[in-house]
């Protein structure tokens, strides 16, 4: 599902899995509270929110979430960065 919404109300949020009542593994995913959905693991111009945990993107650290929004908000903004996500990566060389 994608969004054309010019208000962006995603945020990093901490996961905390528990097994048997007890705390497990932690983690970060960015959820759009407002949408009911989160950052898939799809590319920006695909199906970039799901409701399916299975696809969801899952980081290792606040950081790391941080910087994946940053990228998707300056994607979205139409701006170029320096690190490459406006490239479009090619298989080969043109002939």
Known sequence: M???DDTLSARVVEIVEAWDGAP????YGIYDPD???WMSTAPFDGL?????????CEFD???????????FI???NG???????GEIPWDREAA
């Open 61 to 71: 650290t606040r950081p790391d979430a941080d910087d994946e929004l940053k990228r």
């Open 24 to 27: 497990g593994r932690t983690f």
């Open 74 to 76: 300056r994607w979205r």
């Open 2 to 4: 994608s969004t054309n």
């Open 48 to 56: 970039i929110w799901t409701q399916d945990l299975r696809r969801r």
């Open 35 to 37: 949408f009911g959905h």
């Open 79 to 85: 701006e170029e960065d320096e690190d490459g996500v």
